[in-house]
């Protein structure tokens, strides 16, 4: 089975290593210490310039939980649009409700702008209480992929049984991206295991 490996990277340099040493696609995001935020509109506009593997940009404007106020849910906006001015094709976004259900509303305005950009969810879908119930809207609203580690604690080697079970249940209809403590030594087995055909880390490839 063919593997899609897209890397996490928090800079430019990371960017360029990743799309030289064979890299799907690139998730490019920064603060990876708190778990990544939206990076800068400089590091876009290079990586754009320079990479010509897809870029999934994640739109995040702060660390901690994924429950965002008014203001924050406008920071995003304007961040996804920056995107979309700048030729990014594919963004990752998410949100959560105070009672554990992905946010409909907010996502369907972040969704909305993105217009015919990739739309994908990150790991707030791990903190959600129902994974099916996540994935159906996350389907409905047309969304390609979903990032998750399969459980509200990682890393994804722990939780290779939920994540075969999401891959089951999404049946092709959204694409399960395993992510969390997914190395070069790990992937294959991984993937072979849960049936995933995308894998996401920071040090899924062997650099050369």
């Known amino acids: 089975m063919s593997i899609f490996k897209e890397v996490c990277v928090e800079n430019y340099d990371g960017a360029i290593s990743a799309f ?7 998730e490019l995001c920064d603060n990876l210490s708190v778990g990544g935020t939206t990076p800068s509109y400089g ?5 754009v310039k320079y990479i010509t593997i ?10 901690g939980n994924f429950i965002y106020t008014d203001a924050e849910v406008e920071v995003a906006s304007e961040d996804i649009i920056i995107c979309k001015k700048l030729g990014i094709k594919s963004v990752r ?9 992905l946010n409909e509303s907010q996502m369907t305005l972040w969704k909305r702008l993105a217009g015919d950009m990739s739309v994908s969810c990150h790991m707030a879908f791990d903190e959600t209480n129902s994974y099916t119930e996540s994935l159906d809207m996350l389907i409905r609203l047309g969304f ?12 994804a080697t722990k939780n290779k ?9 999404a049946n092709g209809r959204i694409n399960i991206i395993a992510g969390s403590g997914v190395t070069h030594e790990n992937v294959s087995e991984l993937a072979d295991y849960t049936k995933a055909k995308m894998l996401h880390g920071t040090k899924i490839l062997a650099l050369k």
């Not at 976004?93 to 259900?101: E, F, M, N, S, Y």
């Open 20 to 26: 030289l040493n064979g890299a799907s696609s690139v």
């Open 43 to 47: 590091v876009l506009k290079a990586c």
């Open 54 to 63: 897809p870029i999934i940009v994640l739109i995040r404007p702060r660390g």
């Open 93 to 101: 976004i998410g949100a959560v409700t105070l009672d554990g259900k």
């Open 144 to 155: 390609d992929a979903v990032l998750t580690k399969g459980g509200k604690v990682g890393p």
């Open 161 to 169: 049984d939920e994540l075969k079970k999401l891959v089951d249940y």
